[in-house]
């Protein structure tokens, strides 16, 4: 197999990413880009980012989860603490986070450290979720070898006539994490692939440093 893909291209000249017109905080323009995206451009799901993470055999894994929180101090997304890329950061804590809005034109590059919430706020997002998603969760060992998908649907199945009509208490392996950054990079496409690329940097006294990058 031989596919050559050279002439895929797209001039991006949507908008501009300028110092005069940002934040001193990070988390500020991330939540002015997750609001113009999530309002004027039809994505389909916003929160999806991608989640790199350095596995146990040594090998950097990336995947896509949801983001279902971000605050002053980090993004929280939520897994099976025993899935791979569980076990990945309780090895390794250190993550990087992806976004990218193609219809926008725009990345966020996020690295940072991913910590275990409280448990009191898994219970709270577990217990929001739909029912067949709480199923789902205690159904599926993560990331483990099965034989075939039946096995998944029977123990659905299982599951649902045991805890008819009783509410479904969070698996203690499963919860949420919180990602802390320490660099944040903003991309948005330009014309000739001079990209406007922006970058806060944690420093030692908790403020951001802001660098231009070169495209």
């Known amino acids: 197999m031989n596919t050559d893909l050279g002439n895929y291209r797209k001039s991006y000249e949507k908008q501009e990413l300028l110092e005069t017109n940002v934040s001193d905080n990070p988390m500020q323009l991330f ?45 929280i997304f939520y897994t099976n603490y025993l899935s791979e890329k569980g076990k990945s950061i309780e090895n390794n804590p250190n993550v990087c986070l992806s976004f990218f809005w193609p219809q926008a034109e725009r990345q966020i590059i996020i690295k940072g450290t991913a910590e275990k919430i409280p448990e009191n706020l898994s219970d709270e997002y577990f217990e929001s979720r739909p029912r067949g998603s709480q199923l789902g969760a205690l159904a599926s060992n993560q990331s483990e070898v099965i034989e075939n998908r039946t096995i998944l649907e029977d123990k659905l199945k299982v599951l649902e006539n045991e805890l008819e009509g009783q509410p479904i208490i969070r698996p203690d392996f499963w919860g949420g994490y919180n990602v802390k950054p320490v660099e944040i990079e903003f991309w948005q496409g330009r014309p000739n692939r001079l990209h406007d690329r922006l970058r806060y940097k944690l420093t030692k006294d908790f403020s951001w440093l802001l660098e231009r990058l070169s495209s």
């Open 31 to 75: 939540q002015k880009w997750f609001h113009e995206v999530d309002h004027h451009f039809d994505v389909g799901e916003t929160n999806a980012m991608t989640i790199s993470t350095i596995g146990l055999d040594g090998y950097p894994k990336s995947r896509v989860v949801l983001l279902k929180k971000y605050t002053n101090e980090g993004f």
